[in-house]
């Protein structure tokens, strides 16, 4: 019996120091795995910097309120995450990153690539109040990063969002519409209209319209949602029937502005959420505010 136990200590321990090898010494060693690029979306190197001033600031924020208990930092290489969330992650990525945020659950999306996804009044109006801008979401409101609204950010939200917005980018903090989500409004074509417009297709937009877009563009269309206080420039008031001039006026036109989101505006990209079919009934309806004065 003792000889036994001996063995199988023997063989734990030599177990336990394999796996430190494999998994801890042998990636240290390899001088690949200590890149301090990454492959950009060109196919190109680039450097991986160091966070400095307000973002480094921020990370610290984002550890302290816990935001990494529901968010990853990782793009995993399976089930397509790379189409929602970005470039799957490489070594070079966490070069500097000490913690390591990697995650474990995602209670929320992963938010690798979060920097330039959504604008900083956006940012601000979420953390002040998630459900004001994502109707039914479980993330918690953060009001004491504010002074009591979403217009007026404490020093640390501003360093926290900071942060956000460097996020799988290398622009300088804050200041920029990333280049993945530039590739990707790119990619996001017109596609022309799959569904009829009918009442039966403007009632299903009506459902999709309060669910999404209510809380910032108002439940009459107005642009004077709930969310709106804060935003600038403010959601689009579609009861006049006009639209931005420089987009165009064109169903598709208007299409185009859902699925890829309004550059500089809060105005989110829509077609990760929502299916085609979804972006036609959606419009269909928002453009019945326009028509007729309903009694
Ligand atoms: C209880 C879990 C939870 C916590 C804690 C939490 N979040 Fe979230 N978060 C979510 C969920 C769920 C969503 C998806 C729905 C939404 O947009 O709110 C989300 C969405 C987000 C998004 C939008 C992602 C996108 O689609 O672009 C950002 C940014 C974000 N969270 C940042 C934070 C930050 C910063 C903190 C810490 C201050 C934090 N979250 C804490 C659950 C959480
Ligand atoms: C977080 C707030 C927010 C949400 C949610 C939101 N929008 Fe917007 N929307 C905006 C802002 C801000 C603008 C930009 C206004 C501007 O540039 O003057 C905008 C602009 C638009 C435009 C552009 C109008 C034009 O002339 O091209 C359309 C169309 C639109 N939104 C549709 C929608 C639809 C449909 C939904 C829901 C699926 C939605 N929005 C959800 C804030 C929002």
């Not at 979403?150 to 996020?167: D, G, I």
């Not at 877009?213 to 008031?237: E, F, M, R, V």
């Amino acid at each position: 019996m003792k000889r036994s136990g001996n063995v199988i200590l023997i063989a734990g321990f030599g177990f336990f120091l394999l796996a430190f090898v494999i998994i801890g010494i042998i990636p240290w060693l390899q001088p690949k795995q200590q890149t301090h690029t990454i492959i950009n979306l060109k196919g190109k190197p680039e450097p991986v910097h160091e966070l400095t001033g307000l973002a480094a600031k921020g990370r610290l924020v984002y550890i302290h309120e816990g935001c990494w208990v529901c968010h990853t930092q990782f793009v995993r290489p399976v089930s397509g995450e790379k189409q929602y969330y970005g470039p799957v992650a490489e070594a070079g990525t966490y070069n500097y990153q000490l913690p390591m945020l990697m995650g474990k659950r995602r209670i929320g999306p992963d938010l690798s690539d979060e920097g330039g996804k959504h604008t900083n009044d956006w940012q601000y109006a979420h953390l002040y109040d998630p459900t004001s801008v994502s109707p039914g979401t479980i993330m918690q409101p953060f009001p004491w990063l504010f002074h009591g609204s979403a217009a007026k950010p404490t020093k640390r939200a501003v360093e926290l969002v900071a942060y956000l917005q460097t996020l799988g980018t290398d622009v300088a903090e804050g200041t920029g519409y990333k280049s993945y989500w530039q590739y990707r409004a790119a990619q996001v074509s017109a596609v022309s209209a799959v569904v009829k417009n009918s009442p039966q297709v403007v009632k299903e937009g009506m459902k999709i319209f309060n669910a999404n877009c209510q809380a910032c563009h108002g439940i009459k269309g107005g642009g004077n949602g709930p969310a709106a206080a804060s935003l600038k420039p403010k959601p689009w008031d579609f009861t006049s029937g006009k639209w931005i001039k420089k987009y165009g006026s064109t169903d598709k036109d208007i299409y185009t502005r859902i699925a890829q989101g309004v550059p500089h505006t809060a105005m989110p990209e829509w077609a990760t959420t929502l299916k085609p079919n979804q972006i036609w009934e959606v419009l269909y309806y928002i453009k019945t505010f326009s028509q007729k004065k309903v009694a």
